[in-house]
């Protein structure tokens, strides 16, 4: 993150933000495979399949996923072994990500986990469906064909969406540098509210930084993703300064003047394409820091001055 140094800004402590919570959805069935191995992209004749019954309705925004991941070929990712699932009946579709670790080597424990659909989804489905699995590889690493890893036992526990009661607040204009103290609960996001000028020039400076939080247990590892006032998704961030999350200049610009939304959460949360998408909470928990700083550039803070100095003239 870039430091703005000599510059003045002006401080505003908002108040301490309320924990989120989720309700969790409700389940309508699950299945659980064995042996089933992922080797290349969706359609490969090297992909295991299966199928499953639907035992109950519902339209899936969420999975539990508990299981065992074996390596196969050296040097796979987890985050790469993937299931592509669909649903016959309708040909609503989604894929399922159940694990973002790395390298591994031998076996890894995943879950229970509750993940959103890293794409797609997501799925209606009407008891007596028929779900179709194809379980992949985001990225081959080996030769075409040949298995990367393998879920020795997977269990898909098939949920309606959760309810996320959100904290956060409505910052308003951020002019200087807005300070807020919050916390998040393991499942909790929290959505914030703000504008900013425009920011044009590398002079302009405004930056959002998450940090360790004062109060009680802070959290460890932080997730944030910004959205536009039409709620498009303009960045995100995982670790900007260790595994806290931020944003500065760099990423942002050029970034227009207006109105946004900030979600924060704790690691792994998965933000979606739109604020009208299907967030996945992440599970660090605890009490954070949240800072945005806007300094414009150095003409632009004179020309603010000499506004002042010509309103305050004429206030007389």
């Given at each position: 993150?870039?430091?703005?140094?000599?510059?003045?800004?002006?401080?505003?402590?908002?108040?301490?933000?309320?924990?989120?919570?989720?309700?969790?959805?409700?389940?309508?069935?699950?299945?659980?495979?064995?042996?089933?191995?992922?080797?290349?992209?969706?359609?490969?004749?090297?992909?295991?399949?299966?199928?499953?019954?639907?035992?109950?309705?519902?339209?899936?925004?969420?999975?539990?996923?508990?299981?065992?991941?074996?390596?196969?070929?050296?040097?796979?990712?987890?985050?790469?072994?993937?299931?592509?699932?669909?649903?016959?009946?309708?040909?609503?579709?989604?894929?399922?990500?159940?694990?973002?670790?790395?390298?591994?080597?031998?076996?890894?424990?995943?879950?229970?986990?509750?993940?959103?659909?890293?794409?797609?989804?997501?799925?209606?489905?009407?008891?007596?469906?028929?779900?179709?699995?194809?379980?992949?590889?985001?990225?081959d690493d080996g030769s075409d064909g040949l298995i990367d890893s393998?879920?020795?036992?997977?269990?898909?526990?098939?949920?309606?969406?959760?309810?996320?009661?959100?904290?956060?607040?409505?910052?308003?204009?951020?002019?200087?540098?807005?300070?807020?103290?919050?916390?998040?609960?393991?499942?909790?996001?929290?959505?914030?509210?703000?504008?900013?000028?425009?920011?044009?020039?590398?002079?302009?400076?405004?930056?959002?930084?998450?940090?360790?939080?004062?109060?009680?247990?802070?959290?460890?590892?932080?997730?944030?993703?910004?959205?536009?006032?039409?709620?498009?998704?303009?960045?995100?961030?995982?670790?900007?300064?260790?595994?806290?999350?931020?944003?500065?200049?760099?990423?942002?610009?050029?970034?227009?003047?207006?109105?946004?939304?900030?979600?924060?959460?704790?690691?792994?949360?998965?933000?979606?394409?739109?604020?009208?998408?299907?967030?996945?909470?992440?599970t660090n928990a605890g009490s954070y820091e949240l800072t945005l700083?806007?300094?414009?550039?150095?003409?632009?803070?004179?020309?603010?001055?000499?506004?002042?100095?010509?309103?305050?003239?004429?206030?007389?």
């Open positions: 993150m870039k430091k703005v140094i000599g510059l003045v800004a002006f401080a505003a402590l908002a108040g301490t933000a309320m924990a989120s919570t989720v309700t969790p959805g409700t389940s309508i069935g699950s299945v659980t495979f064995t042996g089933v191995s992922g080797a290349a992209a969706i359609g490969n004749a090297g992909n295991s399949t299966g199928s499953w019954v639907a035992t109950g309705s519902g339209t899936v925004g969420s999975i539990e996923v508990t299981g065992s991941l074996t390596e196969v070929n050296t040097g796979t990712f987890a985050s790469e072994a993937r299931v592509n699932i669909v649903n016959s009946a309708n040909a609503n579709a989604g894929v399922v990500r159940a694990s973002t670790t790395g390298g591994f080597t031998g076996t890894l424990a995943v879950g229970p986990t509750t993940v959103g659909f890293f794409s797609g989804g997501p799925i209606s489905v009407t008891a007596g469906d028929t779900l179709n699995f194809e379980w992949f590889e985001s990225f393998t879920w020795d036992t997977v269990t898909y526990n098939f949920m309606t969406a959760a309810t996320i009661n959100n904290g956060g607040a409505a910052l308003g204009a951020v002019t200087g540098v807005t300070s807020y103290s919050g916390g998040h609960v393991a499942g909790g996001l929290d959505f914030f509210t703000f504008s900013v000028p425009a920011i044009v020039n590398p002079g302009d400076s405004f930056s959002i930084a998450m940090s360790a939080g004062l109060i009680g247990t802070s959290m460890t590892d932080t997730e944030i993703a910004l959205y536009d006032s039409l709620g498009n998704k303009v960045a995100e961030n995982d670790d900007a300064v260790g595994l806290f999350s931020g944003l500065d200049y760099d990423d942002l610009t050029p970034l227009a003047g207006g109105s946004y939304t900030l979600v924060t959460g704790g690691f792994n949360s998965v933000f979606p394409a739109t604020l009208a998408g299907a967030f996945t909470a992440g700083t806007y300094v414009p550039a150095p003409s632009a803070l004179a020309l603010l001055g000499l506004g002042g100095i010509v309103a305050g003239r004429r206030r007389r």
